[in-house]
């Protein structure tokens, strides 16, 4: 009891605790915090003021601060094919990534038992090789006289018979690079699934397939969402699957900001064609959460 | 709720085994349970009760044997076919459905249009009506468990399978809640198939109790009836307790008379199931009557008697809890109601314990006497013997 006392009085001179929690809060927050500021805020201005940008007179190639608007304009106007093309190439591959991704984490997460974690390094290996050399490597499967293309050919299904240098290889290559990033989210949310609500299913008289659209799937939506995100955004930005795999025609948005900044060096129009991507995809992740309701999923 | 035209079958396990690699979970399992009867199914950890009820629901195949109900086999009839629900250890509640979906989700599966009706009033059985909208995260351990009975009984299943339901909770709650689910099952007239390791829940809810070690059953019937008459030294310790002596038995004829230690004990020869010379008597404790030694005179001539020294008395209200040690340093346990006032034995008194020979009964002598007794016990009653006499 005789300690009681001290006690009392340090803890009227020190912040409530609660207050000192917070305040442990914000110093957790502080890293994180100034790298956000110094390689994200401060970029993202320095990028919107040369959006604005407007040309030198007589010296092609440099730009002097403005508030050129219509920069936007120029460049949605010369690149809206390019654009759209990105969000449905991109869309395309998330849904076929959705596809193949899905029965391979249902399996390893729920039948794969002492193999899971093998199976799961077997998912990640290929990102141990470097992306363009995976792409690359991509270049020889679809090649024109590859079997691929053969098989293909043999049966009648290619319209231009060869399947390099068409949008069907630019979305095969995005939907094979960014598999691993629709894979693992949803093996993670399927994995916490207690195996028990699914045999509780069977056990109410759902079919297997009852089961799994009562249960399985609505559970599995965080992943779902989480992947199909960190697919998709990635994706639409992509370039390298576009240059090596497509042709001239089959250009995304990330191409037309990588020719304008590297080649052109119209830094006005690339950055403004990075900022409506930026906006558009914001809008579109914002609009499919919301529609999702992942906040309403446990 | 009409139940009454609610045609129920008896449920028939046949020769019922599952092994997992080398070892039976369930071993032989032949039995009946009764249409409408309230079935507990009592045992130690990992003696296979789980395995049982997942093989009647269809979530484990057995390695061999049949399951019946009434005349139909539903051995090989997946699960969601079955006429037959579970409420599982854990609840298994669907996390992404409000209390109303979940105890509906049985009929919509099987297509049935309206389900607000029967889901309404089976919430008011359970009294959860109020909380229909609610997740299940937002539920109390009680009020989980009973969604969770609901869940199952709206559908009116042929039989519902428990297990553990009342594990989780707090000593209280689980009374409450064992009255409730009794209610219910008398209500509904349900088959009730209940798995715990409680024996007193056991007895106090079932009609019949099956007690299983090791994959078998040891003995069934009517919780009285075991627990009056246990048939194995493994039934008589797990189901409350009992004072054993491994003793030879010297004549048999209608009343066997065995001999252990310098003492005779006599038992009437149909409570006698050892079938060779060896036997284990056996007596339950509060069938004892404690006298000083002074007063050994009053035993009856008729009844067996123990002499021994008090080494622990423990008063608990309606009782006196006394351990007396045997010259054989063997402890018995002799609970005493406390009618009499200020004339209790005290530790250290040299007393006489004395019960009548239809008390007592005799068990096969070549088992383990200490069978059913959990290894933490036997340590704790060696530690306490050994301090008692200090
Ligand atoms: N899937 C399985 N694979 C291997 N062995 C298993 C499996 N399921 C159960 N067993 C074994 O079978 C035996 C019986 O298990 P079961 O779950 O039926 O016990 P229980 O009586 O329900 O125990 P508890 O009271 O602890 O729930 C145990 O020895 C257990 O280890
Ligand atoms: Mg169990």
């Not at chain 1, 949310?189 to 008289?205: H, Q, T």
């Not at chain 2, 009867?37 to 395995?51: I, V």
């Not at chain 2, 030879?248 to 010379?277: M, W, Y």
Request: aromatic fraction near 10%; hydrophobic fraction near 45%; glycine fraction near 8%.
């Amino acid at each position: 009891m005789a300690h009681a006392i001290p006690t009392v009085v340090s803890g009227s001179a020190a912040p409530p605790p609660a207050q000192r929690r917070s305040r442990t809060g914000y110093i957790l927050l502080f890293p994180g915090i100034a790298w956000l500021l110094v390689f994200f805020a401060i970029p993202l201005v320095t990028l919107f003021a040369t959006s604005l940008q407007v040309p030198v007179p007589g010296k092609p190639g440099y730009f002097e601060p403005g508030l050129q608007f219509s920069n936007y304009a120029t460049a949605m106007s010369e690149y809206w094919p390019q654009f759209v093309r990105s969000l449905v190439y991109a869309g395309i591959a998330t849904a076929l990534a959705l596809v193949i991704a899905y029965p391979l984490a249902y399996f390893i997460a729920m039948k794969a038992g002492a193999w899971r974690s093998f199976l799961l390094v077997l998912v990640v290996a290929p990102m141990f090789a470097s992306f363009l050399l995976r792409t690359y490597a991509w270049k020889t499967i679809l090649a024109d006289d590859g079997w691929i293309t053969s098989t293909l050919n043999s049966l009648h299904l290619l319209p231009d018979h060869r399947v390099l240098n068409t949008g069907i290889a630019v979305v095969a290559g995005l939907t094979y690079n960014f598999l691993p990033f629709m894979i693992l989210p949803l093996y993670a949310s399927l994995s916490k699934i207690d195996p028990r609500l699914i045999e509780a299913g069977g056990d109410l008289y759902a079919s297997p397939i009852w089961t799994f659209a009562k249960v399985t799937w609505p559970l599995s939506l965080p992943g779902v969402v989480a992947g199909t995100l960190l697919t998709f955004i990635p994706a639409t930005g992509d370039y390298i699957n576009a240059q090596l795999l497509g042709s001239t025609k089959d250009h995304m948005i990330g191409n037309a900001i990588q020719i304008n900044f590297i080649q052109f060096r119209d830094y006005p129009v690339a950055s403004a064609l990075s900022f409506v991507l930026m906006a558009a995809i914001l809008i579109l992740v914002f609009s499919y959460i919301r529609k999702s309701g992942t906040e309403e999923i446990v | 709720m009409s139940t009454a035209e609610h045609r129920v079958d008896d449920l028939h396990l046949r020769h019922l085994t599952k092994r997992f690699g080398e070892t039976a979970a369930v071993d032989d399992l032949t039995l009946t349970i009764a249409a409408g009867s309230f079935f507990a199914l009592l045992g130690a950890s990992g003696c296979g009760k789980t395995t049982t009820l997942r093989m009647i629901a269809g979530l484990e195949d057995p390695t061999s044997g049949s399951i019946h109900i009434g005349d139909l086999d539903v051995t090989n009839v997946p699960p969601h076919k079955r006429p037959v629900n579970t409420v599982f250890q854990s609840y298994a509640l669907f996390p992404h459905l409000d209390i109303f979906e979940n105890v509906a989700f049985g009929m919509r599966r099987r297509g049935l249009k309206d389900v607000n009706g029967p889901v309404m009033s089976m919430l008011e059985l359970v009294e959860l009506a109020p909380l229909a909208r609610r997740k299940p995260a937002q539920l109390s351990g009680g009020q989980q468990q009973r969604v969770a009975v609901a869940r199952a009984l709206i559908n009116r299943p042929d039989v519902l399978l428990l297990d553990e339901p009342l594990g989780a909770l707090d000593l209280k709650l689980r009374r409450q809640m064992q009255i409730e689910l009794k209610r219910i099952q008398t209500e509904v007239g349900t088959t009730f198939v209940h798995v715990t390791h409680d024996q007193e829940e056991a007895m106090t809810m079932a009609d019949t109790v099956a007690v299983m070690n090791s994959g078998r059953i040891e003995q069934l019937g009517h919780p009285a009836d075991i627990y009056e008459l246990p048939r194995t030294a493994f039934v008589a310790n797990f189901l409350g307790q009992a004072n054993l002596v491994e003793a030879e038995i010297v004549s048999a004829s209608a009343e066997v008379v065995a001999q252990a230690h310098g003492n005779t004990f006599t038992l009437p020869g149909d409570r006698n199931f050892a079938k060779h010379k060896q036997v284990i008597v056996g007596v339950r404790p509060e069938k004892l009557t404690v006298l000083d030694h002074f007063n050994a005179h009053l035993v009856p001539d008729s009844n067996n008697r123990v002499t021994g020294r008090v080494t622990d008395v423990s008063y608990a209200g309606v009782s006196t809890q006394y351990v007396v040690r045997t010259p054989w340093e063997q402890d018995f346990i002799a609970f005493e109601q406390n009618m009499v006032v200020g004339d209790r034995c005290e530790v250290g008194d040299e007393v006489v314990l004395h019960w009548s020979p239809s008390h007592t009964f005799g068990l096969d002598g070549t088992q383990d006497v200490n069978a059913g007794i959990s290894a933490e016990a036997l340590e704790e009653t060696r530690a306490a013997s050994s301090l008692g006499g200090e």
